[in-house]
């Protein structure tokens, strides 16, 4: 039998460690840094986590396997854990506040468990399978927007933005075009979170990996949200693209995206 409340605690545990150390770091030492070092310290900081966790994590399950955004694929293990040590790396390294540690745990490929913490505001978003979302013990739920003028979208970019990867620039106009509200925070994990919290109405994203999306897609779900692809496929955090909504935007979404 799985644990998923001992698996649970010990990732809210590292994640909690592991953004408090990297708020220091850039509380401290970044701030005495010109900001062509700053990026070495930023890599050293994404290293240092996830090395941790992943330590931390195999010392005490030996039998799981590891997936991080540094340092890849570790064993075969049925139980994975799937981490991005700082999502959000280009606001840590510039000193905004707007960046998290998130860790999703999948048993045999589904999601089962997952938590996002974001130190600068001491939110911890945490979510097991069929147990619902919450948000510093209280528990998540999307907003019931209906009306798309009222909503508040978000969305990201990635780093070959230039190259208009999969139509990015078209389906961004689609939104702007309706006049619709639109935000860009750069850690997909923090978006998804907001999207459960239902602080955003909806979130979409052309090009993302599995550690920025494991924990949110759970938190997401079972905080009532809908999670698919772009073209309504059934979600995989596999997958690249994502739409996330409160669920009664979701087919606007998807008409919107349809470029
Ligand atoms: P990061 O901060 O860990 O790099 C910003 O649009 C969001 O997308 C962030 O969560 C960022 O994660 C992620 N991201 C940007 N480009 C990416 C890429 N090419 N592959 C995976 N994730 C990416
Ligand atoms: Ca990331």
Not at 159 to 167: H, Q, S, T
Request: contains cysteine.
């Amino acid at each position: 039998m799985h644990d998923i409340t001992s698996y649970l605690a010990l990732a809210t545990q590292l994640a909690r460690d592991a953004g408090r150390y990297a708020l220091n770091v850039q509380k401290t030492e970044m701030q005495v840094q010109t900001k062509s070092n700053m990026f070495d310290l930023v890599t050293d900081v994404d290293k240092y986590n996830e090395e941790f966790i992943r330590n931390a994590v195999l010392a005490r399950f030996p039998e799981h396997s590891f997936l991080g955004e540094e340092s890849g694929t570790h064993g075969e293990g049925e139980v994975k854990w799937i981490v991005d040590p700082i999502d959000g790396t280009v606001n840590f390294a510039h000193g905004l506040p707007i960046w998290c540690v998130s860790i999703g745990i999948e048993i045999g490929g589904s999601l089962a468990c997952g938590v996002i913490y974001d130190p600068g505001r001491d939110e911890l978003f945490s979510a097991a399978k069929g147990a619902g979302a919450y948000l510093n013990g209280t528990r998540l739920s999307v907003s019931n927007t209906i009306e798309p003028s009222r909503a508040l979208f978000v969305t990201g970019f990635s780093y070959n933005i230039a190259e208009n990867p999969d139509k990015s620039y078209e389906r961004f106009v689609a939104f702007l075009k309706r006049g619709l509200l639109v935000r860009r925070l750069g850690s997909a994990a923090l978006d998804l979170a907001y999207v459960a919290a239902g602080r955003f109405d909806g979130f979409y994203e052309g090009n993302l990996a599995a550690w920025d999306m494991a924990a949110g897609a759970l938190i997401l779900t079972e905080a009532g949200g809908r999670i698919t692809h772009y073209d309504n496929r059934e979600y995989s955090i596999y997958g690249k693209n994502v739409i996330a909504s409160n669920g009664v935007l979701h087919d606007f979404m998807l008409e919107i995206l349809t470029v």
